[in-house]
């Protein structure tokens, strides 16, 4: 049985190797996204380990809002005086301050140099650090900066040119005094933007304070343990401060990054784990035709004494050496793609992360080969023991065992259908993921089972539409034949199409909630705003800025926004501090829940009904506040907002607290022109007063929503992207299924040409079939992933995605798009069945 089943899979190589293609590319996504996010986490590591190679102790004033997080806004800065005191702490063998805030670069378009997501950090220079430089020398003056070769690089600046830079303060002109790089030649430690000022330049510009500290780092004297050293140095400033050795910070960091990595793995991974749900659907699909090509073949097995284990056993083993197969070159192929993805990462927007040696982690290796193992032989089961149950009397027959009935299948597929249906509102509903992903997967599998009811009256019709000739007519009857067959084929292609339209429908219905809610909610005619970067810099204006815009010709109503993350009675909120809560009542058309609405005075906090109701609230209790730099205190709340999507979980708080907020500037600011004022010529004389600030931008509402509305285009291309290959799969799984279908129906193929049917009519027929069974799979997933669209959408209510949108044109491109598959996917089975040779064909056993 052994040789019997290895000598039947070496002569079905052809055959296997489509299914076997689709376990290769879900165990490459499998295991390139390990080798990914193992090289990019070992090399942050390296890059922290070499930032912090000459720092033993860090000072620094944490937020009294998350103190314990790395990269929390800090509370406050330190004085001349703490550093003394760590100059003077025992085993110091240098102490110096630091002084590092946000710079951004302006380029000579006038735009802000970006980066792909690195900081953009401005320093106080100091003497004796990694840097090198390659031009000219330290800035001595206040009016000069020292620039890293990746600014120069990107901006194209060379010593002695001048260059703006925005800081805290509007637009400023420095001279470029040097230009520095790091050892090994790198223009950058990981994509950041550095640019160095004086120590007294940099404490105004980027602490907004004289004599003043972000930090202090200490360098240990020889034989002093980090350890020893921090103790000592938190014993002489006391409990008001921070201290971390040098490994804690790079540890910290590294770690930080690497929780961003495993999310970033577990996306991978889910995209992954859809292709290889669309693999099982072809592999079982294979197995299944194979068996039932071979009935004959297996039923004289029985017949000669092979038992029904042995049956099981020779499918199986097949499957088996499949898996083993496609597991090892999806290893191969998934070590090559994660290699280049992180050689891409770490070169990204022009970034110079230096990549840590290639290694494949075990967990690479373990998923592999259990994913394309069990994958397979999981999908190869239900084939094997329909093969243990052949009668040894099937020898006799000419003909392959008949299809059995649809029912056991169709109420399967009701009732995992409804349990799949059920756990996907449970888990929208409470925002539980396990039971989302579960939900999913049970549907899918459900509406699977189902396809078999009707793929025959919806094939049938689609088929109409192509069956105008004699090969359309028999195309169209051959993908009605085996309804299983043509079901599972379609389920494939399904299931891709399915997660893209639920994804557009949500993602649509996202942009038309948004729109909804500027047309209806807001009522500015004109937003101020700038871009925001992670590290506290971006755009962003005082509330002088404000003053004078209130005052410019045209202006009705206008009001700024401040924005802090604080603790209301010990749980995280966010605030928000108004230039004019009056305006901002107006603009946002804001209703009273409870009390009056009106100015917040001091000790008094507006809080919307969500706070309100789930922290016991109401108009005259008090609350404890405690933002990122003041004390905590006790405020009155003066009034409670009817339910807001504008100001949905907003603690509202006089002006004077943005002070304490980790970020005291204006991120936002919202304007309402006076009656028959046109709101583009306000806008024209609003823009010059932010001239000096390049990253604020002065829009209309409609344009600010479609800035707002591309971000989600951005985020479908990107799934649209990932989710490309469990397409791709599909596509195979049409190709495997025609081919299939092709040796199966060789005499029956021959016979047609023998009575005249021309091969160029051959490969009609094999294309009307194809193109059939791929729009039928389309439909199918168009409107189960309409429907995933539509619960996501109802669950997201409370989110502000209250409209349903359908995206009509992208559903039709996908539908148009599924044609052209069906095209594609028939070309090789449609090119073998017309080569096929007329009397060889009709002797076909």
Same mark, same amino acid.
């Given at each position: 049985?052994?040789?019997?089943?290895?000598?039947?899979?070496?002569?079905?190589?052809?055959?296997?190797?489509?299914?076997?293609?689709?376990?290769?590319?879900?165990?490459?996504?499998?295991?390139?996204?390990?080798?990914?996010?193992?090289?990019?986490?070992?090399?942050?590591?390296?890059?922290?380990?070499?930032?912090?190679?000459?720092?033993?102790?860090?000072?620094?004033?944490?937020?009294?809002?998350?103190?314990?997080?790395?990269?929390?806004?800090?509370?406050?800065?330190?004085?001349?005086?703490?550093?003394?005191?760590?100059?003077?702490?025992?085993?110091?063998?240098?102490?110096?301050?630091?002084?590092?805030?946000?710079?951004?670069?302006?380029?000579?378009?006038?735009?802000?140099?970006?980066?792909?997501?690195?900081?953009?950090? #401005?320093?106080?220079?100091?003497?004796?650090?990694?840097?090198?430089?390659?031009?000219?020398?330290?800035?001595?003056?206040?009016?000069e900066v020292a620039v890293s070769a990746y600014v120069a690089k990107v901006g194209g600046y060379k010593v002695g040119q001048r260059i703006d830079v925005l800081t805290l303060e509007p637009r400023r002109s420095f001279t470029v005094s040097?230009?520095?790089?790091?050892?090994?030649?790198?223009?950058?430690?990981?994509?950041?933007?550095?640019?160095?000022?004086?120590?007294?330049?940099?404490?105004?510009?980027?602490?907004?304070?004289?004599?003043?500290? +972000?930090?202090?780092?200490?360098?240990?004297?020889?034989?002093?343990?980090?350890?020893?050293?921090?103790?000592?140095?938190?014993?002489?400033?006391?409990?008001?401060?921070?201290?971390?050795?040098?490994?804690?910070?790079?540890?910290?960091?590294?770690?930080?990054?690497?929780?961003?990595?495993?999310?970033?793995?577990?996306?991978?991974?889910?995209?992954?784990?859809?292709?290889?749900?669309?693999?099982?659907? &072809?592999?079982?699909?294979?197995?299944?035709?194979?068996?039932?090509?071979?009935?004959?073949?297996?039923?004289?097995?029985?017949?000669?004494?092979?038992?029904?284990?042995?049956?099981?056993?020779?499918?199986?083993?097949?499957?088996?050496?499949?898996?083993?197969?496609?597991?090892?070159?999806?290893?191969?192929?998934?070590?090559?793609? #994660?290699?280049?993805?992180?050689?891409?990462?770490?070169?990204?927007?022009?970034?110079?992360?230096?990549?840590?040696?290639?290694?494949?982690?075990?967990?690479?290796?373990?998923?592999?080969?259990?994913?394309?193992?069990?994958?397979?032989?999981?999908?190869?089961?239900?084939?094997?023991?329909?093969?243990?149950?052949?009668?040894?009397?099937?020898?006799?027959?000419?003909?392959?065992?008949?299809?059995?009935?649809?029912?056991?299948?169709?109420?399967?597929?009701?009732?995992?259908?409804?349990?799949?249906?059920?756990?996907?509102?449970?888990?929208?509903?409470?925002?539980?993921?396990?039971?989302?992903?579960?939900?999913?997967?049970? +549907?899918?599998?459900?509406?699977?089972?189902?396809?078999?009811?009707?793929?025959?009256?919806?094939?049938?019709?689609?088929?109409?539409?192509?069956?105008? +000739?004699?090969?359309?007519?028999?195309?169209?009857?051959?993908?009605?034949?085996?309804?299983?067959?043509?079901?599972?084929?379609?389920?494939?292609?399904?299931? #891709?199409?399915?997660?893209?339209?639920?994804?557009?429908?949500?993602?649509?219905?996202?942009?038309?909630?948004?729109?909804?809610?500027?047309?209806?909610?807001?009522?500015?005619?004109?937003?101020?705003?700038?871009?925001?970067?992670?590290s506290g810099g971006g755009g962003s204006f005082t509330a002088a800025d404000m003053d004078r815009v209130a005052k410019t010709e045209g202006v009705r109503q206008s009001f700024g926004w401040y924005?802090?993350?604080?603790?209301?009675?010990?749980?995280?909120?966010?605030?928000?501090?108004?230039?004019?809560?009056?305006?901002?009542?107006?603009?946002?058309?804001?209703?009273?829940?409870?009390?009056?609405?009106?100015?917040?005075?001091?000790?008094?906090?507006?809080?919307?009904?969500?706070?309100?109701?789930?922290?016991?609230?109401?108009?005259?209790?008090?609350?404890?506040?405690?933002?990122?730099? #003041?004390?905590?205190?006790?405020?009155?709340?003066?009034?409670?907002?009817?339910?807001?999507?504008?100001?949905?979980?907003?603690?509202?708080?006089?002006?004077?607290?943005?002070?304490?907020?980790?970020?005291?500037?204006?991120?936002?600011?919202?304007?309402?022109?006076?009656?028959?004022?046109?709101?583009?010529?306000?806008?024209?004389?609003?823009?010059?007063?932010?001239?000096?600030?390049?990253? &604020? +931008?002065?829009?209309?509402?409609?344009?600010?929503?479609?800035?707002?509305?591309?971000?989600?285009?951005?985020?479908?291309?990107?799934?649209?992207?990932?989710?490309?290959?469990?397409?791709?799969?599909?596509?195979?799984?049409?190709?495997?299924?025609?081919?299939?279908?092709?040796?199966?129906?060789?005499?029956?193929?021959?016979?047609?040409?023998?009575?005249?049917?021309?091969?160029?009519?051959?490969?009609?027929?094999?294309?009307?079939?194809?193109?059939?069974?791929?729009?039928?799979?389309?439909?199918?997933?168009?409107?189960?992933?309409?429907?995933?669209?539509?619960?996501?959408?109802?669950?997201?209510?409370?989110?502000?995605?209250?409209?349903?949108?359908?995206?009509?044109?992208?559903?039709?491109?996908?539908?148009?798009?599924?044609?052209?598959?069906?095209?594609?996917?028939?070309?090789?089975?449609? &090119?073998?069945?017309?080569?096929?040779?007329?009397?060889?064909?009709?002797?076909?056993?």
């Open positions: 049985m052994f040789k019997a089943t290895l000598k039947s899979l070496l002569s079905r190589k052809v055959r296997l190797l489509l299914s076997g293609l689709s376990v290769v590319l879900g165990v490459m996504f499998v295991s390139g996204s390990f080798v990914l996010t193992d090289t990019l986490d070992r090399s942050f590591k390296d890059l922290f380990s070499s930032a912090y190679s000459d720092v033993d102790v860090q000072v620094s004033v944490p937020s009294k809002v998350d103190g314990d997080s790395p990269d929390a806004a800090l509370s406050g800065t330190l004085a001349p005086a703490d550093l003394a005191k760590v100059q003077a702490v025992d085993g110091v063998d240098k102490a110096y301050g630091d002084v590092v805030g946000s710079a951004r670069p302006i380029g000579s378009d006038g735009k802000v140099l970006t980066t792909s997501g690195a900081p953009r950090m #401005g320093t106080a220079w100091r003497d004796g650090g990694r840097e090198e430089f390659r031009e000219g020398h330290a800035p001595r003056a206040d009016d040097g230009i520095f790089g790091y050892p090994g030649g790198r223009d950058s430690l990981g994509g950041e933007m550095i640019t160095a000022f004086t120590t007294p330049t940099a404490q105004k510009l980027l602490l907004g304070r004289k004599d003043a500290y +972000s930090g202090i780092t200490a360098e240990a004297k020889a034989g002093v343990a980090q350890d020893a050293l921090r103790d000592r140095v938190q014993s002489a400033l006391g409990d008001g401060v921070r201290v971390k050795t040098g490994t804690q910070l790079a540890k910290e960091s590294a770690d930080q990054v690497g929780e961003g990595l495993k999310f970033f793995n577990y996306i991978l991974l889910g995209f992954a784990g859809i292709a290889l749900f669309v693999g099982i659907f &072809i592999i079982l699909n294979t197995f299944s035709i194979l068996v039932a090509q071979r009935t004959r073949e297996l039923a004289l097995l029985r017949a000669m004494g092979a038992g029904r284990g042995q049956m099981i056993g020779t499918v199986v083993l097949e499957a088996v050496v499949i898996g083993l197969v496609a597991s090892v070159v999806g290893l191969g192929a998934g070590i090559g793609v #994660g290699a280049a993805l992180a050689q891409f990462f770490a070169t990204f927007g022009g970034s110079s992360l230096t990549l840590a040696g290639l290694s494949v982690p075990s967990s690479a290796i373990i998923s592999a080969f259990s994913v394309g193992l069990v994958v397979t032989v999981l999908a190869a089961l239900l084939p094997a023991l329909r093969a243990s149950r052949i009668p040894p009397v099937a020898a006799m027959r000419e003909a392959a065992t008949p299809d059995r009935p649809l029912t056991r299948p169709t109420i399967a597929g009701a009732v995992l259908g409804a349990l799949g249906g059920t756990g996907l509102v449970i888990g929208f509903d409470q925002g539980q993921l396990t039971l989302i992903m579960g939900g999913l997967v049970v +549907s899918f599998v459900g509406v699977a089972l189902l396809t078999p009811l009707i793929s025959r009256p919806v094939v049938s019709v689609i088929g109409r539409l192509l069956s105008w +000739s004699v090969p359309g007519l028999l195309g169209r009857r051959n993908s009605a034949r085996n309804p299983r067959r043509t079901a599972i084929t379609a389920a494939a292609l399904m299931v #891709g199409i399915a997660l893209i339209t639920g994804v557009s429908v949500v993602l649509t219905s996202a942009t038309a909630s948004l729109t909804k809610i500027a047309d209806t909610q807001i009522k500015a005619d004109l937003i101020i705003s700038g871009e925001n970067e992670n924005g802090d993350q604080v603790l209301l009675d010990g749980k995280p909120r966010f605030a928000g501090a108004m230039t004019d809560v009056p305006a901002m009542h107006t603009i946002f058309g804001m209703t009273a829940k409870e009390g009056t609405l009106g100015d917040v005075r001091a000790g008094q906090i507006g809080l919307t009904e969500e706070i309100a109701t789930e922290q016991n609230l109401k108009v005259g209790s008090t609350a404890r506040l405690q933002t990122t730099k #003041g004390e905590e205190r006790t405020y009155t709340v003066a009034f409670v907002y009817a339910k807001s999507t504008l100001l949905s979980g907003t603690v509202v708080v006089p002006t004077a607290v943005a002070a304490e907020f980790g970020r005291d500037r204006i991120t936002d600011a919202f304007v309402r022109v006076a009656d028959g004022a046109d709101a583009g010529a306000v806008r024209k004389r609003i823009e010059p007063l932010f001239a000096d600030n390049p990253e &604020i +931008s002065v829009q209309d509402l409609s344009s600010y929503v479609k800035q707002q509305a591309s971000q989600l285009d951005t985020v479908l291309v990107m799934i649209q992207i990932l989710l490309a290959l469990a397409i791709l799969i599909a596509v195979l799984g049409v190709i495997n299924t025609l081919a299939l279908s092709v040796i199966e129906r060789t005499r029956e193929l021959g016979l047609l040409r023998a009575i005249g049917m021309r091969r160029a009519q051959v490969m009609r027929m094999i294309t009307v079939e194809s193109v059939v069974i791929s729009v039928f799979g389309a439909l199918l997933g168009l409107v189960v992933g309409t429907g995933l669209g539509f619960a996501a959408v109802r669950a997201l209510k409370d989110q502000g995605v209250t409209d349903l949108s359908i995206p009509w044109s992208q559903l039709g491109g996908y539908l148009a798009l599924a044609a052209v598959v069906g095209v594609v996917a028939a070309i090789l089975p449609a &090119i073998r069945a017309a080569r096929l040779n007329v009397l060889q064909a009709i002797s076909y056993e």
